[in-house]
């Protein structure tokens, strides 16, 4: 890289949990971090899911380096040991963090449009690598503007990315047509409005994972209160032994006692488990949906339907961008086998860091939920590793880049929406997808979804 471009900025996409991790990172190392979010205030998707509680405790979801960023401003960090909600960690962490790297640091407000080599599509080789990136962006207002950068890290996670109803990938016939009664959040069931939809109303909860669990696991609750509140339970596959987590095994006893509440629900009644159903039509009956399946099965209606089938990354932004990604997982080539999710869980997957995430294209890395792509088991604590990496190697530190700093605890460090005011460890949490929360793992309902 040429001496101009080695003095810009290195552009990290989400001011999230991993995104704001990132840029600490680069500041300890020396070099200039810029933070692109496209909300208006740190940890934006994060709020989103503020009334989900992390199955990660505090001592897991503070990244070193930012803590020590942190220091000097009179920050105290909560107490390890207790469990924040996604509002808790967004204003007792997030934004302190981003106020300490300055707004000069930190742009709000900014959605990235997109990622090239400056003057080179995805087509050109010449002299390729010594040119430096450009951005495009579009501000609140709606005006545009580039800059360029000598790196991009897009921490900008996958929380707007909500997969469809439709068990082929696709959008389900009839589901943009229903949209008013479907949602593809896990409902916060403090919000009047919300409660409203669901009590003493029949809810149709489509998916099988942590965000599943903690939706029925409330709609249960609300059941006890309110009469005539039901779930149908649609799985595309049967129930197991593993359907329901690992319980009193599990290693994380926050999902396992979430498991256990969402079998609790469907063995009281609350909750009817409907299995070996793939969506493939949602009809309207009245103000009521049915939904169909491949083979023309059809479910009693329902007044609302819960979709909680995954997430998925956003590569649009970044098409002129020569990226390696699997196939399948649309996450980095190298680092795909290391969390297929028909083999590893979230206590699985070994910490990782700049080697895994390269692409052909030098000095971009997608880090936080957004590398694993569609893979749901994203920790906070692996997004700290991977962007401490990062910064090690753009560095010129390749031998501290390639040092692994982080030990997993034994009982895994997976992130996720949990049980919403639980505050005991033993009732708390949900798989969400990006960091250690619920639905987005860590990613918001995911220990930061938002930007992880």
Same mark, same amino acid.
């Given at each position: 890289?040429?001496?101009?471009?080695?003095?810009?900025?290195?552009?990290?996409?989400?001011?999230?949990?991993?995104?704001?991790?990132?840029?600490?990172?680069?500041?300890?190392?020396?070099?200039?971090?810029?933070?692109?979010?496209?909300?208006?205030?740190?940890?934006?998707?994060?709020?989103?899911?503020?009334?989900?509680?992390?199955?990660? &405790?505090?001592?897991?979801?503070?990244?070193?380096?930012?803590?020590?960023?942190?220091?000097?401003?009179?920050?105290?960090?909560?107490?390890?040991?207790?469990?924040?909600?996604?509002?808790?960690?967004?204003?007792?962490?997030?934004?302190?963090?981003?106020?300490?790297?300055?707004?000069?640091?930190?742009?709000?407000?900014?959605?990235?449009?997109?990622?090239?080599?400056?003057?080179?599509?995805?087509?050109?080789?010449?002299?390729?690598?010594?040119?430096?990136?450009?951005?495009?962006?579009?501000?609140?207002?709606?005006?545009?503007?580039?800059?360029?950068?000598?790196?991009?890290? /897009?921490?900008?996670?996958?929380?707007?990315?909500?997969?469809?109803?439709?068990?082929?990938?696709?959008?389900?016939?009839?589901?943009?047509?229903?949209?008013?009664?479907?949602?593809?959040?896990?409902?916060?069931?403090?919000?009047?409005?919300?409660?409203?939809?669901?009590?003493?109303?029949?809810?149709?909860?489509?998916?099988?994972?942590?965000?599943?669990?903690?939706?029925?696991?409330?709609?249960?609750?609300?059941?006890?209160?309110?009469?005539?509140?039901?779930?149908?339970?649609?799985?595309?596959?049967?129930?197991? /032994?593993?359907?329901?987590?690992?319980?009193?095994? +599990?290693?994380?006893?926050?999902?396992?006692?979430?498991?256990?509440?969402?079998?609790?629900?469907?063995?009281?009644?609350?909750?009817?488990?409907?299995?070996?159903?793939?969506?493939?039509?949602?009809?309207? +009956?009245?103000?009521?949906?049915?939904?169909?399946?491949?083979?023309?099965?059809?479910? +009693? &209606?329902?007044? *609302?339907?819960?979709?909680?089938?995954?997430?998925?990354?956003?590569?649009?932004?970044?098409?002129?961008?020569?990226?390696?990604?699997? *196939?399948?997982?649309?996450? &980095?080539?190298?680092?795909?086998?290391?969390? +297929?999710?028909?083999?590893?869980?979230?206590?699985?997957?070994?910490?990782?860091?700049?080697?895994?995430?390269?692409?052909?294209?030098?000095?971009?890395?997608?880090?936080?939920?957004?590398?694993?792509?569609?893979? &749901?088991?994203?920790? $906070?604590?692996?997004?700290? *590793?991977?962007?401490?990496?990062?910064?090690?190697?753009?560095?010129?530190?390749?031998?501290?880049?390639?040092?692994?700093?982080?030990?997993?605890?034994?009982?895994?460090?997976?992130?996720?929406?949990?049980?919403?005011?639980?505050?005991?460890?033993?009732? $708390?949490?949900?798989?969400?997808?990006?960091?250690?929360?619920?639905?987005?793992?860590?990613?918001?309902?995911?220990?930061?979804?938002?930007?992880?």
């Amino acid at each position: 890289m040429n001496t101009s471009a080695a003095d810009l900025p290195t552009v990290v996409i989400g001011a999230g949990p991993v995104g704001l991790a990132a840029a600490a990172h680069l500041l300890d190392r020396g070099l200039e971090p810029l933070v692109l979010e496209s909300g208006p205030s740190a940890g934006t998707a994060v709020r989103e899911w503020g009334h989900v509680r992390l199955f990660s &405790p505090w001592a897991e979801v503070v990244d070193p380096a930012a803590e020590k960023l942190l220091s000097p401003t009179g920050w105290s960090a909560p107490d390890g040991a207790s469990y924040p909600t996604g509002a808790d960690w967004a204003e007792r962490y997030l934004q302190p963090l981003a106020d300490a790297l300055g707004p000069q640091r930190v742009r709000y407000g900014t959605t990235v449009t997109g990622v090239s080599r400056l003057g080179r599509d995805r087509v050109v080789d010449a002299d390729r690598e010594h040119q430096p990136f450009t951005v495009h962006l579009r501000g609140a207002d709606g005006t545009e503007q580039r800059l360029t950068a000598r790196a991009v890290l /897009d921490a900008s996670g996958t929380w707007y990315g909500p997969a469809p109803l439709g068990a082929d990938g696709l959008p389900a016939l009839g589901e943009r047509a229903a949209a008013d009664r479907i949602s593809y959040r896990v409902p916060d069931l403090r919000d009047p409005a919300v409660r409203a939809r669901h009590a003493g109303r029949t809810t149709a909860v489509v998916g099988s994972g942590a965000s599943a669990f903690t939706a029925l696991a409330q709609l249960a609750a609300l059941a006890e209160e309110v009469p005539d509140t039901r779930a149908v339970w649609v799985l595309r596959r049967g129930i197991g /032994d593993g359907t329901f987590g690992g319980g009193e095994a +599990d290693q994380l006893p926050a999902r396992g006692a979430l498991g256990l509440a969402a079998k609790a629900a469907v063995d009281r009644g609350h909750a009817e488990a409907v299995t070996g159903f793939r969506t493939a039509v949602v009809e309207r +009956d009245g103000e009521r949906l049915v939904l169909v399946s491949q083979e023309g099965r059809r479910l +009693d &209606p329902v007044d *609302e339907a819960v979709v909680l089938t995954g997430l998925r990354p956003d590569l649009s932004f970044l098409s002129e961008l020569r990226l390696g990604l699997d *196939e399948r997982l649309q996450a &980095p080539t190298a680092l795909a086998p290391l969390i +297929d999710p028909n083999v590893h869980s979230c206590g699985t997957v070994y910490p990782h860091g700049v080697r895994e995430l390269s692409h052909p294209e030098p000095d971009v890395h997608l880090v936080g939920m957004k590398s694993y792509g569609r893979a &749901p088991t994203f920790l $906070a604590m692996t997004g700290y *590793e991977q962007v401490r990496s990062i910064a090690a190697a753009l560095a010129g530190d390749r031998e501290g880049a390639e040092r692994v700093e982080l030990t997993l605890p034994e009982t895994g460090v997976c992130g996720g929406a949990g049980l919403f005011d639980e505050p005991a460890a033993d009732t $708390a949490g949900a798989d969400a997808g990006c960091c250690g929360t619920a639905q987005p793992a860590e990613q918001g309902p995911a220990d930061a979804r938002g930007g992880c």
